[in-house]
């Protein structure tokens, strides 16, 4: 019935997408007025229009709708005809069809409408004038329609009865007008109908005017690609001069694990822009780094737990109250990194109970192709997938078994829905645009909304079975441009806030009333069963009822003291609310006696966090940030005790413990103007008083990036982004003694050192550039070299390029991906570093070998910047996430066979049989530099490639008088008894029954598991790779294993015996799905983009092709002869 494809476009607003209510409302009006029912003068319309919208529209305005709305549907009238009418049915008909209703609605309203005799049934006039009246008006208001005649819609009518008729009566005329056609079979011929639902599909939500905003939307995303793609770091500078001088140790043993642990005690700072929630029993939960935190009551104070599964920023939470004795179910979900995830855990135990990554299937479609050399037959079934790069935002639905998650904002972002506890997607579609704030379920698990710059847009669908359905916000009674920032549901009521600082309130899709207006813009929006919580710009809660009337205002800031508010959350049993704020910090608020409660625990800088120091003698903590301030913490009660600003971003801080003074570096704009107060490069401040500026230095124009007082308190020094160090004296006014030129990039880090014969006066300086260069100086900026540096003793460890990490830095090499940005010891026998993915290991100290045991801790969100270990206290600063992180450090303990698994931490065991001697001999190293051929001929050039060597490696000597006195892991043979766990992701096809359910055939890492229930036993076959895939065949009691890596083969299993059958070397690139024929000979394998058809008792490929899609996904033999499927 007209168009089958796409919306249609008309001039008919205001009046499309109006609310039930109106439809309903005109359709009173029109049988009050109308002195027939059946026709309608221009005055009637009006008098109608009246009545109905006089909420909405004046008078005047009323007049002007009605005139141009007589005039559409009059548009038939003939010339020089006196009629001066338009058919009612046509007009509620048209009405209805482009409302705001949902289809079903609709089609009820459609048929209590035409239903002229109001039995409850339709007969065949009825229905034909039903289909021409929708016809015909929906023809006059649409731009363009396809033009149908009377002859085809009827032939569509009579399609209804047909269906319904039996045999025999179907081609009697005198019978036809004896059918009817109840409400039931009305809306199962309508619903069924591939031409009725297209109509209606058609004009429902129809659009007035093409979307301007589309074409910018795709060519400024465009250019973002571009700046992006051309601001990727190059690859490091290295340099090719002397080889390092490893230290000529005796003891060539593995290294043995490492000696100390590591356990979280707090973390300082929130994820901003993040929720934060209570659990039934009044705990917090909030996001900070890759972590979610607990706040639990400890007798007078607070103790936080953690939450820890994620590896990236952590950038959503959701509560679903359960209340029972594993708490209630918490959703978080990441983003920002590889891998993003939705977590669904108890808040109690805080134990994982569903994990699913954010990739949905948003379309797919068939291909058949066919070998071109073979019989064999394949049909390609090509599924296309978009990968979310994390979630913005979550909500369960009011049942708790639904969790809606919306995409981080990109372009080609997604919404979905999830069966959560069955890891199941119910449901995905792309965003409808750009900037979307906040999604939610409403009153049902059958409805939700997301609101944004593109206004509100709503799905919702029936019956539980049935997919939703996407239907925009209608806005026609209330024009208006502005942003809707948040979306909430109170009592069945849909409320959504906007940036005018306007409440407003949904009937369906539709907007129908502007409840309340505020004076600044609408930050969020909180439903409780106290009433719905509204905050705003200036920092101020209004308080609602449930019927939506202002009831109170709330004030959690000071005047002086105000910020933007990010989450609100009410407390149901203990009446209170919880607030953050855009400063990171949670407040606690009692509405019954108007008091406020701020956490101290939870307060952080205003901004990013940029660097720390420790006064250890004090137990305080000095922190830094770009708002400027420099604020000094309680270490034990986590309050600011001080604060200074010092109006200007600040980028690096150190202590000077004898003299009580703090040094801070300014960060400076490279393209700001000099004036006298942007040369100040640093000051120099009292630790008791920090408003007291003891001295403004100056040295480099750009921004300083590291700072360090000597041991002695004689020297101060800065790193720069000049690439110069900067070297002060301490006495007064800081004169500059000198300025050390050598590195070709910014400063990363620098230690001070001291002779033997002088072992308390700093004498000597080692430094890192962030292109991995490792530099020797002198105290008065002398450069000196490596071998010169064997007896000193340096006062810290920060230098990441070290020979004492040769081993960590090759680990981090292999996986590519990342890098160790920091390091800290924690005594002669342990060191940890931090990586630029947000890891913490804790190594060997030396880690001369990449083969070594080591712990792992994952808590940041990006690079870690800064390690510093005070006691028994470590302390970790992440660069993106700027949560500072405290750790509490123990001594282990190495049980002589497996060590021990620590609370929140991964034990890394190398699996690797042999080990590789890796030193190398001052002799050796200088016998090979003789043999080097630095000749520039191509044709004297060798065919073998040598890595190039990192420039610290070859800069750097280690001490001369280095023993080895640590022990070593014992040699033993170890005989696998039994496997405990199954893991059901790493493989495809990794679970079978054999021998008529008797056995059990499953695969664990690099294992092929045999279970047999008769006997409790286990049966195991090794393989050289990771196992990908199974393929089982029963008859010949045969099992087939699909490998990581192409060069390891497929290996065919004797299941009765559990040994090697035979090898098939495979052509693609790793094998991820196997299958065999029926008669178990001829194996069929899928990896990358090739298919091979392998003879197993042979061990010979017969076939192999290309895939024809972009990724296959899967691939079996047919029941066929010679056909498969892909």
Known sequence: ???????????????????????????????????????????????????????????????????????????????????????????????????????????????????????????????????????????????????????????????????????????????????????????????????????????????????????????????????????????????????????????????????????????????????????????????????????????????????????????????????????????????????????????????????FSTRHKVSSHIIANQFFFTDFRAYNIYFVYLFQNGVSTLSFSPSGELLLTMGNKEMNSTIGVYKWRERRLLFTARLPGLGFYDCSFLSSDNSFGICGKDLVHFWTKSESHEPYRHCRGSTSLFPSQVQITSIACVDGAVVTGSTSGTLWLWEGRVLVKRVEVFRFPITKLFASSAGLFVSTQDGTIHLLSKELALQRRLDPFSRSDSHDIETLCWDTNREKLLVGDSSNCLREMDLNSASKFIMGCHSTCHSALTDFTVDTLNDKIITIGEDGFVRLWDKDARVILQQHNLERGLSCIAYNQGADQVAVGFCKSDNCCSSDKT???????????????????????????????????????????????????????????????????????????????????????????????????????????????????????????????????????????????????????????????????????????????????????????????????????????????????????????????????????????????????????????????????????????????????????????????????????????????YNGHNAKDNLHYISSGESIVYSVGRTLVRYDEEGDTQHFCSVEGRIKCLAIHQERSICAIGQENAEQGIVVVDLKTMNYMSLCKSAAKGVHCLDFDESGRFLLALGGNRLTIHDVDNEVMIASTLTHATETLDVRFTTTANTLVE
């Open 679 to 981: 040369d100040v490069a640093f000051v120099i401040l009292c630790g008791n008083d920090l408003t007291n500026i003891i001295h403004h230095g100056h040295n480099s124009q750009k921004t300083l990036t590291a700072c360090k007082f000597s041991n002695d308190g004689k020297f101060v020094a800065f790193g720069a982004k000049d690439c110069g160090i900067y070297i002060h004296s301490t006495d007064k006014d800081f004169p500059l003694v000198a300025k050390a030129r050598g590195h070709s990039a910014p400063i990363l880090t620098f230690d001070f050192g001291c002779a033997d014969d002088s072992p308390d006066s700093a004498s000597f300086i080692r430094s890192n550039s962030i292109n991995g260069e490792a530099l020797y100086w002198s105290a008065h900026a002398k450069k000196q070299t490596p071998l010169s540096q064997r007896h000193t003793r340096w006062e810290s460890q920060s230098c990441i390029y070290g020979w004492y990490l040769e081993g960590a830095h090759d680990l981090y090499a292999e996986e590519n991906s990342t890098c160790i940005t920091s390091c800290c010891p924690l005594s002669d026998s342990s060191i940890v570093v931090g990586d630029s993915s947000g890891r913490l290991r804790v190594l060997p100290n030396p880690a001369r070998s990449k083969d070594t045991v080591y712990l792992q801790f994952s808590t940041h969100h990006g690079k870690v910047q800064k390690i510093e270990l005070c006691g028994d206290t470590l302390y970790t600063l992440g660069s993106d996430d700027s949560c500072l992180c405290m750790w509490k450090v123990s001594s282990l303990s190495w049980p002589p066979i497996m060590p021990p698994s620590l609370y929140n931490d991964h034990v890394i065991i190398d699996e690797k049989k042999e080990d590789q001697q890796l030193s190398v001999s001052l002799a050796l190293a200088t016998a090979q530099m003789e043999d080097l051929d630095f000749s520039t001929s191509h044709a004297e050039k060798t065919s073998s490639t040598h890595k190039p060597l990192r420039p610290w490696i070859r800069s750097l000597a280690p001490p001369s008088k280095y023993t080895n006195t640590a022990g070593s892991l014992p040699d033993g043979r170890l005989i696998l008894e039994r496997i405990h766990g």
């Open 1 to 355: 019935m007209g168009q089958t494809i796409g919306k249609v476009e008309s001039s008919f607003s205001p009046f499309a997408n109006l609310p039930k209510s109106i439809i309903v409302g005109l359709r009173c009006a029109v049988s009050e007025v109308s002195e027939s029912g059946y026709t309608l003068t221009q005055t009637e319309l009006e008098q109608i229009l009246q009545l109905t919208l006089h909420e909405y529209f004046s008078d005047e305005n009323v007049r002007e709708h009605s005139n141009a709305l007589f005039g559409l549907f009059n548009a038939d009238t003939l010339p020089g005809c006196d009629c001066d009418e338009i058919d009612s049915f046509e007009l509620l008909g048209t009405l209805c069809l482009t409302s705001g209703m949902p289809l079903k609605e609709k089609a009820q309203f459609l048929f209590d409408l035409f239903d002229l005799n109001e039995k409850g049934e339709l007969n065949i006039n009825e229905v034909t004038l039903a289909f021409r009246s929708l016809v015909s008006g929906t023809r006059k208001i649409a731009d363009g329609a396809t033009m149908l005649t009377d002859e085809d819609t009827d032939q569509i009518a009579l399609e209804a009865f047909d269906l319904m008729m039996p045999d025999s009566l179907k081609y009697s005329l005198a019978m036809a007008d004896d059918q009817k056609l109840t409400r039931q079979k009305f809306f199962d011929y309508v619903f069924n109908c591939p031409e009725a639902v297209s109509f209606m599909n058609c004009y429902d939500d129809i659009i007035g005017t093409k979307d301007p905003v589309a074409a910018p939307l795709r060519s400024t995303a465009n250019k973002v690609d571009e700046q992006e793609t051309k601001g990727r770091p190059l690859s490091e500078p290295w340099r090719d001069q002397q080889r390092f001088l490893r230290p000529e140790i005796a003891d060539d043993r593995p290294s043995p694990p490492p000696m100390d642990g590591l356990r979280l005690d707090h973390v300082c700072g929130r994820n901003s822009g993040t929720e934060a929630v209570y659990t039934s029993n009044g705990y917090v939960l909030y996001a900070a780094g890759a972590m979610v935190v607990k706040i639990v009551a400890d007798g007078n104070g607070y103790k936080q737990e953690f939450f820890n599964e994620h590896s990236n920023r952590v950038s959503s939470l959701a509560i679903f109250h359960v209340n029972d004795e594993m708490g209630d179910m918490v959703a978080s979900s990441d983003t920002g990194g590889d891998g993003c995830k939705v977590c669904v855990w108890a808040s109690c135990t805080l134990s994982s109970q569903v994990t």
